[in-house]
């Protein structure tokens, strides 16, 4: 088994990861994107996950970048503050490794030390096994099902909302999460 070493994403990993995603996004129905981002967008995106004082990690492998996870805020409204989702991709190369495990259970971690209390799991497509697997390894549950929400190489598919509580007081409302931003716009439920 190889080494996975975690750690921080930087600007210069943005290619690796615009690659990795590129991939899911030509290939599978985890990403309802049907055009891969420019690496300009995707730093775009990672810099507005790290403005508001949210994680965005990566693992490597041999030196190679394996996968990438972050967490985002839930929905924009004030009252979702204690509650982020997850996006993990790993490269096809590293899947059924560990990286996913490492890099979901890392993020967990940090989302509960920044004082987050819930983390949901928008999961593209209800055939993706990895993903559902992997989150419920690591404590999420199945709250939802969308059914037919979006289309991508001619195929309906659905989203599965999977959900966990972070911490011990996953119930007790507290002071707002370590960097938290109130959001610009109030759009959504």
Known sequence: MTEIRLRDAELADMPAVTAIYAHHVQTGYG???EIPPAVEEMVRRRDQVLARGLPWRLAECDGRVAGYCYASPYHARSAYRFTVQDSIY???????????SALLTDLIGRCTDLGYRQMIAVIGDSGNEGSLRLHTRLGFRTIGQAVNVGIKFGRWLDLV?????????????????????PPADQMGP
Not at 90 to 100: P, T, W
């Open 31 to 33: 990403s309802f994107e």
């Open 90 to 100: 790993i490269d096809e190369r590293f899947v059924n490794r560990g990286v996913g």
């Open 161 to 181: 909302l999977m959900q966990r509580a972070l911490g011990e007081h996953a119930d007790v409302p507290a002071a707002p999460p370590v960097g938290y931003l």
